[in-house]
DNA sequence: TGTCCACAGGAAATACGGGGGT
DNA sequence: ACCCCCGTATTTCCTGTGGACA
C-alpha cells in the first residue's frame, strides 16, 4: 500500500473516529480518577438533586447540637456498599466544618479510612498519622505509646472532633481495645468534644463488643437504604451530561441501567460502571448507547465478576472447579455427582503437587461454589443406590470455557 | 414394611500459621 | 529469636436420611 494511502487512510479512521465518539470525558466515569474539587462538585449536584434527602436530614438534625454549642452523642451509620455512606458523610462533614467556621464554632474532622482489613495496632497507628501525631510504624511501638501520642497531640484543643471511623468491621483483633480507647479512655483525657461517627454494612456490628463498651456507648443511628431507580437515575443523568456527549444515548438507557442496578444491588458505584462500559461498548461499535448495548455491557460485567471471583480464589477452590468442569464435560453435559467430582479433582491434585482435600471438606467447597453461583448443586437421593450431591453448571458454554482455561493456566497444566 | 445404600453434613479434635509479647 | 496464643482450615468421627428394592 502506498505511504499517502496509509496516511489517508488513518487520518480517515481517526476522523471517524473523532465524529461518533460517545465519551466527551472519562473521567467522569470512573471516581478513582476524579481529583477531589471534581468529585465534591459532582456530589453537589447530587445532593442538590434531593438523593439521599432523608439521610442528609437525619445528620443535620444529629450534628444541630454543635452550631448551638451543645455535644451530640455519637453516631453509627448503617448500609450496604455503594450505598454513598462515606460520600454522604464526607460531604456533609465539609458543610459543617464550613458552617462552624463562619459561626466561629471550632471544628475539625478526620476520616479514619479502614476499607481493608488491619488489626487494632494498624487501626492506632492510622488514627495517629491523620492527627500527625506519629509516623508510620510496623512494629516496636506499643498501643500504649501510640494511644499516649493520640492524647498528647489534641492536649491543646478543645473544640469539636468529629472522628468519622469508616468500616469500623475491618478492624481484624483487638477490635475491644481499639473501641475502649476511643469511647471510653479517649474523651476522658482530651479537652475536645469528641463526636465518633462509626460507618459498617453490618447490622449486627455492635453485637460481639465488649458489653462494659456497648453500654458505655451511646449511639445515635442512620441507616442508608440501598438507592432506588430514581435515585440511580439521577445520579446516572449527572454523569451522563458531564462525561459524554450529547445525543450519544438512546431514550430509555437511563432508566434501564437504572432498573437493571436498583434490581440487583442499588449500589451506584456499579451502576456507574455499567453506564461506563455500555459506553466504551457503543464507542467501539461507532454508535449510540442502545439498549441493546447496554445488556451486552450488562453481562459482560457478569462474566467478568465470575471470572474475577474464581481467579481470586483459594487454588483448591479452583482445582474443584475445574475437577467439575472436566467432569461434566465427560459425562456430555449431564449432571454429575460428588464421588465422580472428586475422582478427577484427586487427579487434578496430582498434577499440580496439591495435596488433596478430604471428601468432607470437599463437599463444604462445592456448597462454596454453589454460593457463588458457580454451579448449581442439590442433594437428591438414588433409593436403595444411595444418595447424593447432584452437581450441574448452569453458566454460558464460552464462560464455562474461559473458567476452565483460567484455571488451568493458572496452574500450568497441560490438556 | 423393613432394609440398606452412599453419601450429607454436624460436632469435636487437630493442624496450621501469623502476629504479639518477652 | 523464641515461644505462646488465638483464629482459621482441615480432618476425624459419627449420626442421619430418602427412597428403591425385596
Given at each position: 500500500m502506498e505511504p499517502t494511502n496509509v496516511?489517508?487512510?488513518?487520518?480517515?479512521?481517526?476522523?471517524?473516529?473523532?465524529?461518533?465518539?460517545?465519551?466527551?470525558?472519562?473521567?467522569?466515569?470512573?471516581?478513582?480518577?476524579?481529583?477531589?474539587?471534581?468529585?465534591?462538585?459532582?456530589?453537589?449536584?447530587?445532593?442538590?438533586?434531593?438523593?439521599?434527602?432523608?439521610?442528609i436530614h437525619e445528620l443535620s438534625s444529629h450534628f444541630a447540637p454543635v452550631l448551638r454549642n451543645d455535644h451530640p452523642v455519637h453516631l453509627a451509620i448503617w448500609g450496604k456498599t455503594g450505598t454513598g455512606k462515606t460520600?454522604?458523610?464526607?460531604?456533609f462533614l465539609n458543610l459543617l466544618a464550613e458552617m462552624c467556621s463562619k459561626k466561629k464554632v471550632p471544628m475539625r474532622y478526620e476520616h479514619l479510612d479502614l476499607s481493608t482489613p488491619r488489626p487494632c495496632f494498624r487501626a492506632l497507628n492510622d488514627l495517629a498519622c491523620l492527627l500527625n501525631a506519629s509516623k508510620r510504624y510496623k512494629k516496636g511501638i506499643s498501643l500504649e505509646e501510640l494511644m499516649l501520642r493520640i492524647e498528647?497531640?489534641?492536649?491543646?484543643y478543645n473544640g469539636y472532633l468529629v472522628l468519622f471511623i469508616d468500616e469500623v468491621d475491618n478492624i481484624k483483633r483487638d477490635k475491644d481495645t481499639f473501641m475502649t480507647f476511643l469511647v471510653r479512655r479517649l474523651p476522658q483525657r482530651i479537652p475536645a468534644?469528641?463526636?465518633l461517627v462509626f460507618v459498617s454494612n453490618r447490622l449486627d456490628w455492635p453485637d460481639n463488643l465488649d458489653p462494659r463498651v456497648k453500654s458505655f456507648l451511646k449511639l445515635n443511628e442512620v441507616i442508608f437504604k440501598p438507592y432506588d431507580a430514581v435515585d440511580l437515575q439521577r445520579i446516572l443523568s449527572i454523569r451522563v451530561e458531564k462525561a459524554l456527549r450529547k445525543n450519544s444515548i438512546e431514550t430509555g438507557v437511563i432508566e434501564k441501567v437504572a432498573a437493571l442496578s436498583s434490581r440487583d444491588h442499588g449500589d451506584a458505584r456499579q451502576a456507574v460502571a455499567l453506564l461506563s462500559r455500555s459506553a466504551y461498548l457503543a464507542e467501539k461499535a461507532g454508535t449510540k448507547i442502545s439498549l441493546e448495548l447496554v445488556d451486552e455491557a450488562s453481562s459482560q460485567i457478569e462474566h467478568d465478576k465470575y471470572i474475577t471471583m474464581i481467579r481470586t480464589a483459594p487454588p483448591q477452590l479452583q482445582i474443584v472447579m475445574a475437577a467439575v468442569i472436566?467432569?461434566?464435560?465427560?459425562?456430555?453435559?449431564?449432571?454429575?455427582?460428588?464421588?465422580?467430582?472428586?475422582?478427577?479433582y484427586a487427579v487434578f491434585c496430582n498434577k499440580t503437587s496439591l495435596r488433596p482435600l478430604t471428601r468432607r471438606a470437599f463437599t463444604d467447597m462445592i456448597n462454596e461454589?454453589?454460593?457463588?453461583?458457580l454451579l448449581r448443586s442439590s442433594?437428591?437421593?438414588?433409593?436403595?443406590?444411595?444418595?447424593?450431591?447432584?452437581?450441574?453448571?448452569?453458566?454460558?458454554?464460552?464462560?464455562?470455557?474461559?473458567?476452565?482455561?483460567?484455571?488451568?493456566?493458572?496452574?500450568?497444566?497441560?490438556?
Amino acid at each position: 500500500m502506498e505511504p499517502t494511502n496509509v496516511r489517508s487512510n488513518i487520518v480517515g479512521q481517526i476522523q471517524h473516529m473523532l465524529d461518533h465518539t460517545i465519551i466527551k470525558n472519562r473521567r467522569f466515569l470512573d471516581d478513582e480518577q476524579l481529583i477531589k474539587a471534581e468529585q465534591l462538585a459532582v456530589l453537589d449536584e447530587i445532593f442538590n438533586a434531593n438523593v439521599r434527602n432523608a439521610e442528609i436530614h437525619e445528620l443535620s438534625s444529629h450534628f444541630a447540637p454543635v452550631l448551638r454549642n451543645d455535644h451530640p452523642v455519637h453516631l453509627a451509620i448503617w448500609g450496604k456498599t455503594g450505598t454513598g455512606k462515606t460520600l454522604t458523610m464526607s460531604y456533609f462533614l465539609n458543610l459543617l466544618a464550613e458552617m462552624c467556621s463562619k459561626k466561629k464554632v471550632p471544628m475539625r474532622y478526620e476520616h479514619l479510612d479502614l476499607s481493608t482489613p488491619r488489626p487494632c495496632f494498624r487501626a492506632l497507628n492510622d488514627l495517629a498519622c491523620l492527627l500527625n501525631a506519629s509516623k508510620r510504624y510496623k512494629k516496636g511501638i506499643s498501643l500504649e505509646e501510640l494511644m499516649l501520642r493520640i492524647e498528647a497531640s489534641l492536649t491543646d484543643y478543645n473544640g469539636y472532633l468529629v472522628l468519622f471511623i469508616d468500616e469500623v468491621d475491618n478492624i481484624k483483633r483487638d477490635k475491644d481495645t481499639f473501641m475502649t480507647f476511643l469511647v471510653r479512655r479517649l474523651p476522658q483525657r482530651i479537652p475536645a468534644k469528641l463526636i465518633l461517627v462509626f460507618v459498617s454494612n453490618r447490622l449486627d456490628w455492635p453485637d460481639n463488643l465488649d458489653p462494659r463498651v456497648k453500654s458505655f456507648l451511646k449511639l445515635n443511628e442512620v441507616i442508608f437504604k440501598p438507592y432506588d431507580a430514581v435515585d440511580l437515575q439521577r445520579i446516572l443523568s449527572i454523569r451522563v451530561e458531564k462525561a459524554l456527549r450529547k445525543n450519544s444515548i438512546e431514550t430509555g438507557v437511563i432508566e434501564k441501567v437504572a432498573a437493571l442496578s436498583s434490581r440487583d444491588h442499588g449500589d451506584a458505584r456499579q451502576a456507574v460502571a455499567l453506564l461506563s462500559r455500555s459506553a466504551y461498548l457503543a464507542e467501539k461499535a461507532g454508535t449510540k448507547i442502545s439498549l441493546e448495548l447496554v445488556d451486552e455491557a450488562s453481562s459482560q460485567i457478569e462474566h467478568d465478576k465470575y471470572i474475577t471471583m474464581i481467579r481470586t480464589a483459594p487454588p483448591q477452590l479452583q482445582i474443584v472447579m475445574a475437577a467439575v468442569i472436566q467432569t461434566i464435560r465427560k459425562k456430555q453435559d449431564s449432571p454429575i455427582d460428588t464421588s465422580q467430582a472428586y475422582a478427577t479433582y484427586a487427579v487434578f491434585c496430582n498434577k499440580t503437587s496439591l495435596r488433596p482435600l478430604t471428601r468432607r471438606a470437599f463437599t463444604d467447597m462445592i456448597n462454596e461454589l454453589d454460593m457463588y453461583s458457580l454451579l448449581r448443586s442439590s442433594v437428591i437421593s438414588k433409593g436403595r443406590y444411595g444418595r447424593t450431591r447432584e452437581i450441574a453448571i448452569d453458566l454460558p458454554q464460552e464462560l464455562t470455557d474461559k473458567i476452565y482455561e483460567g484455571i488451568l493456566l493458572n496452574f500450568e497444566i497441560r490438556s
